[in-house]
């Protein structure tokens, strides 16, 4: 067993204070993650969306999160491909094709994009992603009413 000793003038640190979450937005991510809505990949970006958002309190773009999900061993390449087209899904759907042989999209809505700012990882403009709240409308073009 190894003893930790305290150095002086050194102070260990506690742990990090996290930000309280909106009620409609925690029970928001308990269906979506309890259910069968999401798909095994979309569910993982969501859950990692969520894991940022707690860690450094700043919504990520598509290309931080594919980097932070890398760092994490979330994904196996640092790949953006692997990350945004399951972000895309989640903020417009996906399609279905059903049995008459018709196709409809489903799901989306769940996450919305903020208005454009430097990317940390590759410095190009890009929208940030926020998990949307329980009960506020989507808007049609994904921006959340901010403009």
């Not at 259910?35 to 940022?52: E, P």
């Not at 430097?118 to 049609?140: F, K, L, M, Q, Y």
Request: hydrophobic share 35%; with cysteine.
């Amino acid at each position: 067993m190894i003893e930790q000793v305290a150095l002086p003038g050194f102070h260990r640190a506690g742990r990090r204070v996290r930000k309280n979450v909106r009620k409609v937005s925690s029970g928001r991510y308990a269906t979506l993650r309890d259910g069968t809505i999401l798909k095994a990949a979309q569910a993982r970006v969501f859950r990692c969306l969520a894991a940022y958002y707690n860690r450094f309190q700043q919504w990520p773009t598509r290309a931080e999160l594919t980097e932070w999900m890398f760092s994490r061993r979330e994904i196996p390449r640092r790949n953006i491909n692997s990350v945004a087209p399951r972000i895309s899904e989640l903020l417009n759907g996906w399609h279905v094709k059903l049995p008459d042989g018709t196709r409809r999209r489903v799901g989306g809505g769940a996450v919305e994009l903020l208005p454009v700012r430097r990317c940390r990882v590759n410095g190009d403009a890009a929208h940030p992603v926020r998990i949307r709240e329980s009960g506020s409308t989507p808007d049609p073009w994904g921006y959340g009413g901010l403009f």
